[in-house]
Structure formats: C-alpha cells, structure tokens
C-alpha cells in the first residue's frame, strides 16, 4: 500500500467545505458575526442588528451621524469585510437608521 502525500488538516477541512457548498454560508455568518470587532466599540454599540442575505450587508444603527459617515464608505466596509474573509461574500452594504 502506498501513502499518500501528508496535507494539514486545515487544507483539507478547507476543500472539503469548498466541494460541499458549505464555504459561503460560512463565509457569510463569519462577516455578521465579525462586524462589531472589525468596525470598532462605538460603531458596535451604535449597531441594532446587522444581517447578509444575496451578498447585501444589512446594517439597522441608532444614530443618523454614524449612518451618514459609514454612507460615505460603503465601497471600502466591503472591500474590508471580504478581505477580512479572504473571499467575496458581500456585494452591497445598505445602512438603516
């Protein structure tokens, strides 16, 4: 019997969820859950509920200054979350107050 070349567990739990289908929800759910760290304390307490669905980062925030700031930088928040990632999962952010 011939052994097979040695992979870390981490490429192959990496393909696998690949093959499955599985990598995107997961992707998904990680940027949702990421989304107080990645912006910051103030912007997590100004924060109601934050959800991804068809690749539209919905963000409910209690303050209209906040929402008018983060407004002007949508471009870069999703460059920033994918990044964060490493794969496209968000297309659009769409802030409400």
């Known amino acids: 019997m011939r052994r097979q070349q040695a ?3 981490g490429d192959v739990l990496a393909e696998y969820l690949r093959e499955s289908g599985l990598e995107k929800p997961l992707m998904e ?5 990421s989304w107080g760290a990645l912006m910051g304390d103030m912007v997590a307490r100004l924060t109601r509920s934050v959800e991804l669905k068809d690749g539209v980062l919905r963000v409910r925030l209690s303050s209209a200054a906040l929402k008018a700031q983060l407004f002007e930088c949508r471009r870069d928040l999703v460059r920033k979350l994918n990044e964060h990632v490493g794969c496209e999962v968000v297309t659009d952010v769409r802030l409400m107050g």
Not at 29 to 33: G, K, P, S
Request: aromatic letters at 0%.
């Open 29 to 33: 759910r990680e940027v949702v859950a």
């Open 7 to 9: 992979q870390a567990i």
